[in-house]
Structures are given as C-alpha cells and as structure tokens.
C-alpha cells in the first residue's frame, strides 16, 4: 500500500523527476514573495512569527537536553536572543537509535512522503525563515526569501526526486529461473530490501544554512537515515526551525520524531569533531572551510564525507561585444550578497594589452575601469545597495578587505555604506584591486568575501592557464569566460571540462554566474577541490543506502 | 553519430539494463564449455594457446618498460616460466597522461562500446583464460571455465550497462527558460559533457583475479577513465591476457592503447602502495586482505576507494525438512575451491540442544556428524573431489588448516589428496571443528580456506545475535539460515537487513550460497565490514565520472 504521505505528492514528485532528465527550467516553489502568491497577510505572519521566536528559549524539546545555548546576533547589529536545548550526545544517540527501527522499516515511499511533506510545510513557513536567514547571515530580505527560501527548497527536492529515482530502480522481489538442461530449472524468489547507512551528520555553513543544508538533508533523510543537524553557531535559526516541522510532520505520521535533531553549540567548541567520530554517524555533509572539510575527510573515516570547501572563481575577460553589459553583470556578481557566496567571482583576467569591444579597443586600465564603475553606479543609491549587499556577515571578512586593499593598486574601493532601517548593520562594497599574472601568491586562494582582482596577463591564453590551474590546484565552484571568437570559447570549455568546472559563457543580461538553478545547473561538479561531490546528481545520492536481499528456493 | 561499436553491440546493451531492472535470470556469456556452444575444437585451441605462452616472455609491449617480473607458480606443481615488462611508472603515468584526452572526449557511447566489443573478446578466449586461472589461483577447470570465464564476463558486462544507465541519465543539452513576467524570459543554452574522474586503479587478488576484477576494470572503463591493472604476483596471466586483449581492441578503435595497462611487481615489493598514491589515480578497486584494505582507505585520499576485504560468513541451523539435503548441500559449498571463496562459509551455529527435522530430533553431536559424513561422501572419490577442491591457493592456507586443527574437536579432518593428473598439485579436504558460542575469540575472525566451524549455541537467538554480532564487527558477504519457523525466517532477515548482508534461506538443492548469479544478486552490501560497496549496484558506478557543464545565452 502506498503510503499517503507520498500518494499525496506524487504528482510533483514526477514532475521533479521529468525535470531532473529534462534540466530545461522548472521550479516547484514559487520565489515571489508576493501576496498574490503566498497569500495576503502570509508577508506580515511570517514577520510576526520570526519577532515572537527572539529573546526566549526556541520551542524544541529534545532528548537529552542539558541547559542551553545560543548566542546569535543578526549582522544588522541587534542579537537575536534567542536560546536552544543543548544535548548530551550519549543521551541523544541512543534516542536515535531507539527512534531508527521503525523509520528504517517503513522504505522508501515512506521516506520519500514524508520528506515531500516537510518541504511543503517549509514552504509555508518561507517568510518567517526568510527573516531567520537574512537575520543569520545577512542577506538581504529579497534574497533571503529567494535563495533560503524557494531555491532551497527545490534544491530539497531535487535532492528527494534523485533519492527515490535510484531506489525506485531497485525492485522489490524477482523471480529467478535458471535452465539446467535436461533436468528441472532452479528456482528462486529474491526479495530486495533498500536500507540505509545510519546516521546522517549535517553540518551547516553561516551564509547559506538552507541553500546548502536542504539538498544535503533531504538526500540522506529520503534514503532512510536519521538526520541530526548542526548549524554553524552563528546561523542555528533557519534550521532549527526546519528541524522543528520536520519532528512535527513525523510526529504527526507516527514516526518517532528523534529521525530528525539538532544540536546547536557554541562557537570554538569541539562539538562538531565529536559528532563526525562518532560510530553511528555514516554520512557527513559538510560546507565550509577547507581545514575544517579536509580534517572530517581524514579523520571520519566511517562515515561517507560529503564536502563543499573553499575555492578560487574566475572569469576570463578575452572580447566583447559590449562592455557596459559585461561590466554591469559582473559588477552585480561582486556585490550580490557582499561576495559572501561561494559561486562569487573573485579573478577577472584581462589581457595586458586590453580587449577589443564592439566600440573599438579597451584598454587593460579601461577594463578595470569600467568594472569599478558599474560597481559604483549599481550600488550608488544606499537604500537600493543594501537591497543588493545585504550585511558583512562576521568580523573575518571585514578584516580581509582591509588586508587585500594593501595588496595592489586599488580601482574600486570597498565603503561603508549606512543601512536606512538598522544603523548598526555592517554595510560594505566591493574591493577591486588590481593584480599581474605574476602574483600568483596573492590572487591564487581564496579571499571570501566582497574582493576582486583584476589580474593583467599576457594573453587569453595565459589567462585560461591560470585558470586551469587555479581550479585544479585550488578548486572553483564557476569559471566565467567573455569572449566573441568561438575558438576561445572552444578553449574555454575543454579547459573547464579538463579541469572539472562549470563555465558561463557570455553573461551580460540578467543571468549570474554565482547563481545554479535547481534541476538544471550542477552546483560543483566534484572534480576539482572545491567540493568532492556536486549537488545534486546520482552519485550525490546512490551511496546513502544500500541494498540487503534475501533468496529462498520456490 | 553513435559509435560503431556501441551500435554492434546495443541490443546486447539492452538485454543487459532490462536484466537489471528486472534481477531474474539471464546471461550473456554461455557457462557451459560445450563443443556445441564454443565450436568444435575450441577447447583444444584454448589449451594450446595456453601452452603456447608458458616459459617465455609474454607478448605485451609497454612504455616505460625496463626489465622483466613474474614467478608464478601453478597451484597444480609447476612454475609457468612466464616473465612480463616491468615498468617504470613515471614512464607509464607519462604515456597515459597522453593517451587520456582522446579516449575522454570520445564520450560514453564509445567507452560502453569498446568495453563491450573487449568483453566479447574476451569471451572467445575463455578457455585460454580458464588454463590461466586454472594456473594461477589453483580453481578446478570448470570452475575455472564457467567462474573465471562467462560468469565473470557476465559481471563486467553488468557494471557496463550499469554504466551506461547513469550516463545516459545526464543530457547532452537542455533549453531553459525561465519566466520574468512581464519582461522577456531568460533563455539558456545548457551543456553536460560526463567526464571521467582519471585513472582507475585496479588491484586484483589471487583467487579470482577475473571475476573481481572485470566488474571494476569495466566499471571505470566504461566510465571514460584509464584503467591501470595491477594484479596478485601469484596470478598475473588471466589479466595479462585481458589487459592485451582490452588494448588491441582499443587500437583498432583508435584509441592509444595505454588505456588500458599492466603493472606486473614482485612479491612483497610496494609497487601497490606506489600506485595507490599517485596523484593521477583516482579511483581504487581493490580485493584482498583487511589490513591491505584499510591501508588504502586510510592512506590513498585523493581516490575514491572501493574495497572487498576479509570476512566471517555463518549458517545458522535452527530446524531443517531434510538432514541430508541440508548436509549435501552445505559440504559442497565447504568443498567448492577448497573454501576459497570469499562467500564460503565458515561458522555454523546450531543449538546445544540439537534441532527437530521431518524425521525426528537430532543432537548438536548428531548435526555435525551429517555435515562432515556429507563432506566426506562428497569427496570419496578422489577423481571427482579434485574436480571440486581444485588445488590449495598458497602456502598460508595450508598452514591455517594445521593451526585450525588445534582449536576444537575435530568433526572432520582435512586430508590430502592425489591429483591423478598433477602429482605436484596440493589438494586438501575441509576440516571442521567443533567449538561453543563462548569460544568467540576463535571463531570471529576469517579464517581463509577449507575450514568451518560448528558451534554449539543457547539457541536459535543466540545463533542469530552472534551472527549479527559477527557481521558488524567482522564483515560478512553471506549468511545462510535453516528454519521451518516462518518465525525465524523473519528473524533471520531482520538480522541481515540490520546488519547489512544478504541471506540465502533453505538451500538444499542445485543452489549454493557462496553462489551470486550477476544480474540478480548484489556481491556484497557495501553495509557491513567486508565490502565498502556492492558489486555492482549504482552506487558502485555513480562516482566514477563527473558532469561538468557550460551554459550561455541563447
């Protein structure tokens, strides 16, 4: 019998999955936040509903709490006040492991319905996690919506239709009838069981808690794991509200609702290391800092490790047609969100002796420029600016604008800007400095945050070796490339496809090269360091269960 | 274009990927070494050919080659006198480094198709291969012909079509489209090229140097990477053959044939752990030992590691129809290859108190007596029983069954037998030996070779609960349950989809549960100590490539 949960999201389910073969554009989530869509009045609740969760305890009962913590402060300059269960992890593992059998034994369409479920119920609540995440991370209110909201719950989804399309492929039983020539056939019936590995560790980032945190969730939920979350210190809100519905939907589904815990923790401390050595952890998805993704790699060693690390993004400036265009598109890529996205473009080669436009020759200087101008114009007017940049989300990045301005001559530089709704919101614009091929040291790693180099190189093919290099040295989540001779282009793409990165080509109108939409772009491709995986393909999702049969003769 | 190549062989191709989805019986390769199936004299022609390659170099050519390797000796009495290059892998690397680009642009239809048009090769020298593997492991020749031969060409095709079913999965391109209201939507030109992840490195073992290594060798084949073949000192000619048969078939395709390469080494020499951490080498399959397995997982982190290593594989006897055919049925799969099988059995629980069967009660003294009366009528006949032992793999073997002798009572000893045919062959019989639960520390460990163990349990419950035990601490690839209990059937298959292997239930006929039939039944779980992945299931396939895209405006 099917479960109703997943007879109930059938229809979408298919077409998530027709999506997923087709990748043309589909999205099951709305990203407008407009009232025509979520509904009158859903904009104010959600408001609501995020000011009623600040300065008290959150509303999660968890086995094994003991005290509380939480010390989270938006980045527009307020803390959130905001306390939460903190656990013993013995208590809670064996929890989990009273919660496993019976979630382990209701399979896939089980999994499946009730994570589909979840992600409805998410979607509702989109506003109020939209300000939990602009309130964490600092993204802007539009963007929060967006990204933390909708995109990431199709992300979600993706993760859930790639779940069920390869368990779906395992058949529940055969027959099995084998010739023995003159004598009577072997006979067998097979039964085939989908199981999972055990516990799925989450490890959360501090920008994107859900754009990075739903896909990985879901994928090992949706394979029958039991889920335990660990947002970063700063950014627990937007997932403690997610594990919230989803003890609450499998609750009401007659699940123990211990599949899916969170264990907040305070900053410095070595909650995380604990949690990914423990025995039962066999999956661990993490985004982060290459030390912390390359430490779990190496010591985690039962567990399945899943990374997104940091990475070196590029784009290669060879010809265009129209420079304005061009500029205007990167210079949004610069400013989207501070920089503070891990698909944000960091190094723009250019030729030493310019490029050639469709009005005439530019200049190496010119091309800088003209980048640094459109950066100044789009965020000119503070109160679209802060739209655009949301808020610097921690001290770090603020003090490595400060130390890549000393590293060249300066073509753009970073401001403060004032936020006209929260004064002590930390504001700033991006960094452009300019570099030559030969300082290597510098531009070669990554500087997160709103900071560009405009690099003078020898040539374009110069610049897409560097390239090259740099992604497979140093990793990268996006390669941009400009050009009108398809032969570059032709090089462009062996490079990316040589090297393992996704490449944009020619983006001048309102398409970003740190943006990857869901059942379309591939976020990381899994061969080069920034991230052993990409979210979401096959591979993503087929190790997080296995299949255990049984055989008897009939 | 399709390939023409995939084109010769995409009805087979077809045949395949229907076979997986539906695991009942089927079969590409012949087993039965008839005349009327393999022609007339083709037996004869494939020992000549055998005979023609002993005592003198072998007719591979490869870069980087100084010097010549190989010692090996046939389990059957005599040296094969065979000697192979031995090369320099900075050589080797260089040479596939160059031959890498055109075989990853010729894409999936071209790798599937020259895996395939290779497997057929390799089919019609199935009984050169068989004296090889006859030679080199010690298998009886028609375990060696059917195993070795089509069963293992059966499992290379399998991680083909497997393959093949996940690379056909990504598009080649999609159109999206992406609504602004009322502003023109985005339009996007999507591209996803599948590219290999580098070279696959394939380390084999003695015994079944084809069956466990066609799956891998094809599986990272097929997938567009290079294949490095490094096999066990003591069985180097089944892959050698293979290895030349890959490459001639590449060159004729127009492929560099340094694709597909031998690495032949010494025994004892660190040629494997050199291999193993080659920045170039990406992929790792390997079969063997424990401590040579977690190596590897430990040490070889910029590859994807794929392991099958040590085991304990149990029966549980807790009720039975038919003594006899439990007994005959049992004694075979002890005998089978002299225990050398990776899924034989080992331990065999069986309550203190005996167990009831259709013609009355039998003592726990009583069952033992019936299997090692089974084993011994089994092998009365020294002409049949070399047919079914085949010879004893190495010296260590030899050494564990005197060292096993010492443990317990003997129920059945373990004899030497004369070879009519090779009186150098060492040939020995199972022994087993009577232990209690409470003798753990001897019984939960591999003991690798013709050695099984009865012990005596509680009962039932306890047989189970030490199985499971067993499994997840030690590894397991089978388990095998005897009950006329419904009851304790579902108790059996909880236990295994809990502990994470497969279970063979009441064979007493034509079907042995060291046996798994490609198509139908997974090798392994991937779940439990003993393999770190199943052979072969999507997830074995998945990660051995990347999708790497561009994107533009249309």
């Known amino acids: ?79 959130l006040g905001i306390s939460y269960p903190k656990v013993d992890l013995d208590a809670l593992f064996a929890a989990i492991a009273k919660a496993e059998s019976g979630w382990r034994k209701a399979g896939p369409e089980a999994w499946v319905g009730v994570s589909l479920e979840i992600l409805a119920r998410i979607n509702k609540r989109s506003f109020e996690i939209a300000h939990a995440v602009m309130h ?136 995380a290391q604990k949690l990914a050595l423990r025995p039962e952890v066999k999956l661990i998805d993490f985004t982060g800092s290459s030390a912390n993704g ?92 802060v739209e655009i940049l949301g808020a610097v989300v921690n001290d770090s990045v603020a003090e490595r604008i400060d130390a890549a301005r000393a590293l060249g001559a300066v073509i753009a530089d970073s401001r403060a800007i004032a936020h006209p709704q929260f004064k002590d919101a930390r504001i700033r614009t991006p960094l452009i400095v300019k570099l030559d091929a030969r300082d290597a040291a510098k531009y070669l790693k990554e500087w997160f945050g709103p900071i560009a180099f405009v690099i003078s190189t020898d040539d374009t093919e110069q610049s897409l070796s560097i390239a090259r290099r740099a992604v497979r040295e140093h990793g990268a989540l996006t390669l941009s490339v400009y050009s009108k001779s398809p032969a570059v282009i032709d090089d462009a793409v062996a490079v990316a496809e040589d090297a393992g990165v996704a490449l944009s080509i020619n983006l001048t109108g309102g398409v970003f090269v740190n943006q990857s939409a869901a059942f379309s772009d591939y976020h990381g491709t899994g061969a080069n360091p920034a991230a052993n995986a990409a979210l979401t393909d096959a591979a993503f999702v087929a190790g997080r269960f296995r299949v255990v049969q049984h055989r008897m003769h009939v």
Chains 1, 2 share one sequence.
């Open 1 to 79: 019998m099917t479960h109703p949960l997943f007879e109930r999201h059938q229809a979408l389910l298919d077409q998530a999955l027709k999506a997923l073969a087709d990748r043309g554009y589909w999205s099951a989530f709305p990203e407008s936040p407009s009232p025509k869509v979520y509904g009158e009045g859903a904009a104010e609740a959600g408001k609501a509903a995020f000011d009623a969760l600040l300065d008290k305890p959150f509303p999660l009962t968890l086995t094994g709490a003991a005290g509380t913590t939480g010390a989270e402060r938006s980045p527009y300059g307020f803390p």
């Open 294 to 385: 390359e430490w779990l790699e190496k010591n985690a060693r039962q567990a399945q490790v899943y990374t997104e690390k940091a990475g070196v993004n590029q784009i290669v400036i060879d010809s265009v047609d129209d420079m304005k265009g061009v500029a205007r598109n990167v210079a949004f890529s610069l400013a989207l969100y501070t920089g503070q996205m891990c698909t944000a473009p960091q190094n723009i080669y250019v030729p030493r002796s310019g490029i050639d436009t469709a009005e005439g020759h530019l200049s190496f200087d010119q091309v800088g420029e003209a980048l640094g101008e459109a950066v100044q114009k789009l965020l000119g007017d503070p109160a679209r600016a």
């Open 136 to 271: 964490t991370t600092g993204q802007a209110f539009v963007m929060a919506f967006q990204a933390a909201g909708p995109h990431a719950q199709d992300r979600g989804l993706e993760a859930v239709a790639y779940a069920w399309d390869e368990m779906r492929r395992v058949p529940l039983k055969a027959y099995w009838e084998k010739p023995q020539g003159k004598n009577p056939p072997l006979k067998m019936e097979k039964h085939y069981r989908v199981v999972p590995r055990g516990v799925g560790l989450v490890i959360g980032c501090n920008t994107f808690p859900t754009w990075n945190g739903y896909p990985v969730m879901f994928a090992s939920l949706a394979t029958g794991n039991a889920v335990v979350v660990k947002p970063h210190p700063n950014a627990i809100l937007p997932l403690a509200i997610s594990v919230l519905i989803a003890r609450e939907v499998l609750t009401e589904a007659g699940f123990d609702p211990n599949i899916v815990t969170l264990v907040a923790h305070a900053t410095g401390d070595d909650t």
